[in-house]
């Protein structure tokens, strides 16, 4: 993984040993940088969703299931969402 990319790993089913340390089913782990990654089952078989995308290093601020780069804009969502606003037609950038 080079300093550009971002990984995660989520384990959809079964636990699972990253570079030897246990990530149980249903955990989602951020991965450091490197350029490998060593992924074990464990007892049982397991299933890993691996996600790699561009890494924004961005700061990050989230309530419940929003996402966004403050809390001023985390506050903006959640008023956004009270009256019903909050999902647009058309994105806008």
Do not use: C, H, R
Not at 41 to 66: M, R
């Amino acid at each position: 993984m080079d300093a550009n990319e971002s990984v995660m790993l989520f384990t959809l089913l079964g636990d699972v040993y990253v570079e030897g340390e246990l990530v149980e089913e249903k955990t989602a782990v951020k991965l450091t940088e490197g350029d490998s990654v060593y992924i074990k089952n464990g007892d049982e078989k397991a299933q890993v969703l691996y996600i790699s995308s561009k890494a924004l290093n961005e700061p990050i601020s989230w309530a419940g299931p929003i996402v966004m780069n403050s809390k001023e804009e985390i506050k903006e969502a959640l008023d956004e969402l009270n009256k019903g606003i909050f999902i647009k037609e058309k994105l806008e950038y």
